[in-house]
């Protein structure tokens, strides 16, 4: 059994920052390819960031140079550092895990982000 649980999440004004944390119940961050999902209201779910266990990263084209994602192996947690943050930003985000190895993948409950005047 796998956990993922999101944290970081709320309401934040347009050009503010945040950062969401994601916890794993178990060694998985490390050798897991990790990543970050968003759902805007109203609209598909859709990739944001992803860091496979070699390090290699990948960014949505509309959030490149804003968010940033990293973990730290020690912890099982992977962070996104979301800077100059705009409405269309708003969505609530997942934590997703996954391996091509074994074939699975990990989902966490989300994290609501409002980004609002």
């Known amino acids: 059994q796998v956990q993922l649980v999101e944290s970081g999440g709320g309401l934040v004004q347009p050009g503010g920052s945040l950062r969401l944390s994601c916890a794993a119940s178990?060694?998985?961050?490390?050798?897991?390819?990790m990543g970050w999902y968003r759902q805007p209201p109203g609209k598909q779910r859709e990739l944001v960031a992803a860091?496979?266990?070699?390090?290699?990263?990948n960014y949505a084209d509309s959030v490149k140079g804003r968010f940033s994602i990293s973990r730290d192996n020690a912890k099982n947690t992977v962070y996104l550092q979301m800077n100059s943050l705009k409405p269309e930003d708003t969505a609530v985000y997942s934590c997703?895990?996954?391996?091509?190895?074994?074939?699975?993948?990990?989902w966490g409950k989300g994290t609501l982000v409002t980004v609002s005047s």
């Open positions: 997703n895990a996954r391996s091509t190895v074994y074939a699975v993948e990990y």
């Open positions: 178990r060694s998985l961050v490390s050798f897991y390819t």
């Open positions: 860091i496979t266990s070699g390090g290699s990263t």
